[in-house]
C-alpha cells in the first residue's frame, strides 16, 4: 500500500540488475508493478499485443512465472522466470529461464538461454547455448560473480547502430 514504505534498489552491477529485474517475475514482487496507487509513468511506443503462436506438443509457445512485453512473438519455445521487453522473438524449440532479453532481441531456434542478461538487438543464432556451460562463456561473454552472463552485440560480432 502506498506511504507504507518506500520502494528503492541500487541496480549499479549486473547481479544487482538482474536481481531487481527477476524479482519482478515472483508472485509478490517487492516492486509490484500491477498497484494502481504506483502509476508507472512513461511513453511507450504502440506495439501490437504478445503473441505466444503454436498449440502442439513438443511446440508450444509458453511464458510462465515472466513478463512478456507488447510486439514479442514466442513461437514454439517455453520461456520462464523471465523479462521479454519489447519487440523480442524466441524461435521454435528454444528455452528461456531466468533471463532478461532487451529490446529487439532475435533467439533463434534450439537455443537455450539460462541466467542471462541480453542486450539490446542481439541475434543469436540457431543451437547457441548461453549459462549451460560456463567455461565457455567465460571466454567469449561477461560472466558475474553470480554466475549471470551478460551478452552484447559486440561480443557477439554484431555491429549495430540503431537508436533506442
Known amino acids: 500500500m502506498i506511504g507504507e514504505r518506500p520502494h528503492w534498489r541500487d541496480v549499479g552491477t549486473l547481479d544487482a540488475f538482474w536481481e531487481a529485474n527477476m524479482d519482478l517475475t515472483r508472485p509478490l514482487p517487492e516492486l509490484n508493478l500491477y498497484d494502481d496507487a504506483w502509476p508507472i509513468r512513461s511513453l511507450q511506443h504502440q506495439l501490437p499485443p504478445a503473441k505466444f503462436v503454436f498449440d502442439e506438443d513438443g511446440r508450444r509457445g509458453m511464458a510462465v512465472d515472466s513478463l512478456v512485453s507488447s510486439g514479442c512473438i514466442v513461437s ?3 520461456v520462464r522466470r523471465s523479462l521479454l521487453f519489447s519487440k523480442v522473438r524466441v524461435g521454435d524449440g ?8 532487451l529490446p529487439n532481441v532475435v533467439v533463434g531456434r534450439n537455443v537455450v538461454l539460462r541466467r542471462a542478461i541480453i542486450d539490446k538487438h542481439c541475434v543469436l543464432p540457431d543451437g547457441m547455448k548461453i549459462g549451460v556451460y560456463p567455461d565457455e562463456d567465460r571466454a567469449r561473454f561477461t560472466v558475474t560473480d553470480k ?3 551478460l551478452v552484447t552485440p559486440e561480443m557477439l560480432g554484431q555491429n549495430v547502430h540503431v537508436r533506442g
Not at 94 to 101: A, C, I, Q, R, Y
Open 147 to 149: 554466475g549471470v552472463t
Open 76 to 78: 514454439g519455445a517455453a
Open 94 to 101: 528454444s528455452v528461456v529461464e531466468d533471463s532478461l532479453l
